[in-house]
């Protein structure tokens, strides 16, 4: 009996002695998580384009990059920005290449001209990449004469009558736009205005976002 009770008053003194320490700790625990960032993904989806793209290859190159660091990222091809904003904003992907102009501000701005596919979204941009000058997928090209003829400083044919790009800035992102428009291929890409101070280019970004 003496010996039980010697127990219970030890574990007295223990406990008396110890919750202080338990309570310092927990509370610097809660006021740690507090400001310690959680772990990165170790898995990450990201929506580029089609596979004939160069969209779709900056995330491949993207992918083996992460994967040395233990990331996977998934590739997935969509129809273009347009696609890669919805789901981005559904959820469906974590990442996505979309060319400026498709989206307005959170505020429902639609862009400095207005225009209307420039739609509202709460997401931001982490950034611009890169200037993307147009493109032809040349082995699918028609010969349907419709880019030559709209710009012909910057399109011409090859020795198989197939279009190829000789300067990407002999016109306006326009042109350009209008070319990808008229292709009936679909293989010509106007990929991103060379000249910023062009008028219009808000609207015309998101009629070429569903070429590029």
Not at 110 to 136: F, K, Q
Not at 149 to 161: E, G, H, I, K, M
Not at 192 to 206: C, I, K, S, V
Request: one cysteine or more; aromatic letters at 8%; glycine letters at 10%.
């Amino acid at each position: 009996m003496e010996r039980l009770r010697a127990k219970l008053v030890a574990l007295r003194y223990l406990l008396a002695t110890a919750w202080p320490i338990m309570l310092i700790t927990v509370i610097g625990l809660a006021v740690a998580y507090q400001f310690v960032a959680p772990e990165p993904p170790r898995h990450l989806v990201i929506s580029t384009g089609g596979e004939s793209g160069a969209y779709y290859a900056y995330a491949k190159r993207y992918a083996t990059l992460l994967a040395a660091k233990g990331i996977t990222l998934d590739v997935r091809t969509s129809a273009g920005s347009r696609q890669n904003l919805e789901r981005v904003e559904k959820g469906e992907a974590d990442v996505g290449f979309v060319q400026g102009g498709i989206a307005g501000s959170q505020d429902g701005d639609a862009g400095d001209n207005g225009d209307a596919d420039a739609r509202p979204t709460p997401l931001r941009s982490l950034g611009s990449v890169a200037y993307e000058p147009v493109w032809v997928e040349t082995p699918e090209c028609s010969a349907c004469d419709e880019c030559t003829t709209l710009a012909p400083s910057v399109f011409a044919y090859n020795d198989q009558r197939k279009a190829v790009v000789t300067n990407p800035k002999g016109a306006s992102f326009a042109d350009l736009v209008r070319a990808a428009e008229k292709c009936t291929a679909g293989c010509l890409h106007p990929g991103t205005p060379w000249n910023p101070a062009e008028p219009g280019l808000d609207g015309l970004q998101a009629r070429a976002a569903k070429f590029n």
